[in-house]
C-alpha cells in the first residue's frame, strides 16, 4: 500500500515517493536520477511520460497546442502517474518547473500524500545552467525567454515552490551531495532487494 509518508510530516511511515520540483535548471532531473541510484527506487521524469503519452515532444507541444495545452497534457500524465504511485512501487518523480505551479496539481499531489522537494538556486545560477544546457546539449526551453523574462517567471513561482514539504539548497554543491543531503533529510530508505534479485 501507498503509505502517507514522511520524515518530513512527521507521519511514521517510510516515505515511499519524493516529487522534486524547483525552477527550469534547478537539476530535478539530475538529481532525481542520482537519488534513484543512492536507493534502488524508480526514477521518473513527469515531460517523459507526457511526451510519451503524446507522442510529441514538450517544444512541439508548445509550438501546436500552446502552454495551455501542454498543462492540461501535463495534469492528465500528473494523474495518471499518482495513481500508478498508490500500487506502492518506490519511485522519484521529477516535475517540469511549472507543474507545482498550477494549484490544481500541488492539490493532487498533496491529497496523494507524496513528500515533494524544492530544489533551489538563485535565478543568476538557474539561467547559466540553462543557457549551457543549450549550447552544450541542444536542450530547448520553451518559456526559457531572456534573463529579464526568466526572472520575472522565477520570482512570480517562488512562494509556490516554497510551499514544497523540503527545502534543499543546490548552489554550489554536486548532484551527488545533494541528493546525500535529501536522502538523510528526509529519511529515505534504500530499496531492499528481494530474494533471487540482482544488485
Ligand atoms: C516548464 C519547464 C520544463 C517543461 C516545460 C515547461 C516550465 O521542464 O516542463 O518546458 O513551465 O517551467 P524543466 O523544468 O525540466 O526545464
Known amino acids: 500500500m501507498f503509505s502517507r509518508n514522511s520524515a518530513v510530516s512527521g507521519h511514521p511511515d517510510v516515505a515511499r515517493a519524493v516529487v522534486l520540483i524547483g525552477f527550469m535548471g534547478a537539476g530535478k532531473s ?4 542520482a537519488l534513484g541510484e ?3 527506487w524508480t526514477f521518473e521524469d513527469l515531460d517523459e511520460r507526457i511526451e510519451r503519452r503524446e507522442r510529441r515532444q514538450v517544444p ?4 501546436d497546442s500552446g502552454e495551455s495545452g501542454f498543462r492540461r497534457a501535463e495534469h492528465a500524465a500528473l494523474r495518471e502517474l499518482l495513481k500508478e504511485l498508490r500500487a506502492g512501487v518506490e519511485r522519484i518523480v521529477a516535475l517540469g518547473g511549472g507543474a507545482f505551479v498550477q494549484k490544481h496539481n500541488a492539490r493532487l499531489i498533496e491529497a496523494g500524500g507524496v513528500s515533494t522537494v524544492f530544489l533551489d538556486a538563485g535565478v543568476e545560477e538557474l539561467w547559466r ?8 546539449q541542444g536542450i530547448e526551453r520553451p518559456l526559457l525567454g531572456n534573463l529579464a523574462s526568466f526572472r520575472k517567471l522565477y520570482e512570480a513561482r517562488r512562494p509556490r515552490y516554497l510551499k514544497a514539504s523540503f527545502r534543499q539548497a543546490t548552489d554550489g554543491k554536486t548532484v551527488g551531495d545533494i541528493a546525500a543531503e535529501v536522502v538523510q533529510a528526509l529519511g529515505l530508505v534504500r530499496r531492499r532487494r528481494r530474494r533471487g534479485e540482482k544488485q
Open 38 to 40: 543512492q536507493l534502488g
Open 129 to 136: 545552467r540553462c543557457r549551457q544546457q543549450a549550447e552544450r
Open 30 to 33: 539530475s538529481v532525481g536520477r
Open 60 to 63: 512541439e507541444i508548445f509550438r
